[in-house]
């Protein structure tokens, strides 16, 4: 029977052990070593996308950073974000707001309309102030009939495509080109007409209703204008009475 080590030798045998094996590297200095150094974003680029955007510090920053410096590119990401978020929100109930109004210098155009949102808390914001005026200057210059292009009537829409086929036919086009270019000016009709659809008069880049999302995205419940009247000196029907004039509830 052979004698057990002695301390000392098992000491030794331990320390040899210890030397021939590799010990483990830890998971967390696995990833440190693995992680890409994180991309330097200007501030002062930061600071020019949330004045072009309206958006908060952290989301404009992220949008840099996906966009890799592009603020083109940020603008765009970011409009997209906010789209994805207003069609969460679009469902809610939006009971609270405010009227807006605006008077053209001169005081002959007046504008009256009805912004909603989700809270009082809301309506009583700067932001959604703002909003509810420049939406009622745009009215004031622009004289949208409708709020949305759904509301364009059945009789209306018939009324218009008729015109412009007629007009497409008289230059001799085969068939299928007619309801190409009928469809192309109704499009044309809907952006001159309804509010929504129409360039924003101040930055023609973009929409009331791109407008409306952006609030959306920056304010953080659902908004929308559910109304407007429009009033000239002169106008006999004050611009708010008859099935194309007035203003409809959304």
Do not use: W
């Amino acid at each position: 029977m052979r004698p057990a080590p002695s301390n000392s030798v098992r000491a030794v045998l331990v320390t040899e052990s210890t030397k021939n094996k590799k010990l483990p590297i830890s998971e967390e200095k696995i990833r440190m070593s693995t992680q890409q150094p994180a991309m330097q974003i200007p501030a002062q680029l930061v600071k020019e996308l949330r004045e072009r955007t309206g958006a908060g510090f952290s989301d404009c920053r992220a949008a840099l950073v996906e966009a890799e410096c592009d603020i083109e590119k940020a603008i765009a990401i970011l409009r997209k974000k906010g789209q994805a978020a207003a069609a969460k929100k679009a469902m809610r109930e939006a009971s609270e707001g405010l009227v807006g109004s605006y008077i053209h210098a001169g005081g002959k155009i007046g504008v009256l309309v009805e912004l909603n949102c989700e809270s009082d808390f809301v309506a009583r914001t700067d932001a959604f102030h703002q909003l509810s005026h420049d939406i009622a200057m745009h009215i004031a210059a622009l004289d949208p009939r409708y709020v949305r292009r759904e509301e364009v009537t059945p009789e209306m829409l018939e009324k218009e495509r008729d015109i412009y086929k007629a007009q497409a036919l008289a230059t001799g086009k085969p068939e299928a080109v007619v309801e190409k270019i009928v469809n192309g000016k109704m499009e044309k009709f809907y952006e001159e007409n309804c509010l929504y659809e129409q360039h924003y008069i101040k930055d023609e880049s973009v929409t009331i209703g791109e407008m409306i999302t952006q609030a959306i995205a920056k304010l953080g419940e659902n908004i929308s204008i559910r109304r407007f009247v429009r009033f000239k000196v002169g106008e006999v029907s004050g611009g708010a009475a008859g099935p194309e004039t007035a203003p409809v509830i959304a």
